[in-house]
């Protein structure tokens, strides 16, 4: 959708009420399901639990003032919730790449005190001569 349209329609939903606001997303939810060209953009994890709770408080036929408060508290919580995902993931990232620098090693050696280096080495097959033996 052209950036144009998209402003022109905002402003116009901008004058309505929440009640028709509701009206709105349901007969553009029935326009998408009928002529979407192409696939919605994905939603995050925190936007698919809000309108699962808007849905729900929509069909238990809670009033649309109340669904718009109820609706900016859990905002301003998502925003937090994914400001701390944010810095977890900064975090985690962090770590992973001091690990990456300081725990790296060559290829191919085991680090001391591993498995690989502690193993004793397979006991020989028979008639195969030890390390020191001659061959009978």
Do not use: C, W
């Not at 022109?8 to 009420?17: E, M, N």
């Not at 060209?37 to 929509?58: M, N, T, W």
């Not at 649309?64 to 977890?88: D, H, N, P, R, Y």
Request: no cysteine; net charge neutral.
């Amino acid at each position: 959708m052209q950036q144009h349209l998209r402003d022109r329609i905002i402003r116009k939903l901008d004058s309505l009420s929440d009640e028709r606001g509701y009206q709105v997303l349901d007969y553009v939810e029935f326009l998408e399901s009928r002529y979407a060209e192409r696939a919605a953009p994905p939603a995050s994890i925190f936007q698919r639990f809000g309108d699962a709770v808007e849905d729900s408080l929509r069909a238990g036929k809670v009033s649309a003032t109340t669904i718009s408060k109820a609706m900016g508290f859990m905002g301003q919580a998502m925003s937090a919730l994914e400001g701390v995902a944010a810095a977890g993931k900064s975090v985690a990232s962090d770590i992973a790449g001091a690990a990456g620098v300081n725990g790296s090693r060559t290829t191919g050696t085991p680090a001391s005190g591993s498995p690989a280096a502690s193993a004793p080495s397979a006991p020989p097959t028979p008639g195969t001569p030890r390390s020191g033996e001659q061959a009978t």
